[in-house]
């Protein structure tokens, strides 16, 4: 059964670093891409960035200055970093599964002082 | 990037009724292989989006076969037959032929 879980803190400071953890079931990182997407609250959903199965990463030119996606295939975890949040980085962060998709339930992260 | 629109319901629409739910794409998502990366998804309320359709006409295992896909290189539907209390939410359509990744804005439906 394939599972992804989000965990990370509910709440961050303005211009702080966010760091969150994809644990996955049911699948192999080394078989399937992770991506991260994001929705901020009441709007629609922005796709952040990839591990591929291989090790390689993408990521959104809008945050790429920012982000970075990192993984350790022995404990299943994705991890998304990304720095110098502000407000408008509040929202509910997904990890999904390459094709087919499969999503986590989200973390919604709050960014304020 | 893939830009994705995609149109409004006229809500609420009747329960048993059908709707129909467009999406076009900036690019054509048709590939040379044949297959044409787009897939929609349902958000319902306070839940992670589920995915209805890939490949832009193959339903996804367990979902109702009152959901169908269809369309051509750039210009998508999925049509919902005889709506339902439970298909209450956000659509959207997704690109996948190409990064990064872009979702259409959302579609409301609404039950009456």
């Known amino acids: 059964q394939v599972q992804l879980k989000e965990s990370g803190p509910g709440l961050v400071q303005p211009s702080q670093t966010l760091s969150l953890t994809c644990t996955v079931s049911g699948f192999s990182l080394m078989d399937y891409s992770v991506h991260w997407v994001r929705q901020p609250p009441g709007k629609g959903l922005e796709w952040m960035g990839r591990m591929k199965y291989d090790g390689d990463t993408y990521y959104n030119s809008a945050l790429k200055s920012r982000l970075s996606i990192s993984r350790d295939t022995s404990k299943s975890q994705v991890f998304l970093k990304m720095n110098s949040l502000q407000t408008e980085d509040t929202a509910i962060y997904y990890c999904?599964?390459?094709?087919?998709?499969?999503w986590g339930q989200g973390v919604m992260v709050t960014v304020s002082s | 990037d893939i830009v994705m629109t995609q149109g409004a319901l006229p809500n609420p629409v009747p329960s048993g009724e059908s709707a129909s739910i467009t999406c076009q794409s900036s690019k054509s998502l048709l590939h040379s292989n044949g297959k044409t990366y787009l897939n929609w998804y349902l958000q319902r309320p306070g839940q992670s989006p589920q995915l209805l359709i890939y490949?832009?006409?193959t339903r996804a295992s367990g979902v109702s076969d009152r959901f169908s896909g269809s369309g051509s290189g750039t210009d998508f539907t999925l049509k919902i037959s005889s709506v339902e209390a439970e298909d209450v939410g956000v659509y959207y359509c997704?690109?996948?032929?190409?990064?990064?990744?872009?979702f259409g804005s959302g579609t409301k439906l609404e039950i009456k």
């Open positions: 997704q690109q996948f032929l190409e990064y990064p990744l872009t």
């Open positions: 490949w832009m006409s």
């Open positions: 999904t599964r390459g094709f087919p998709p499969y």
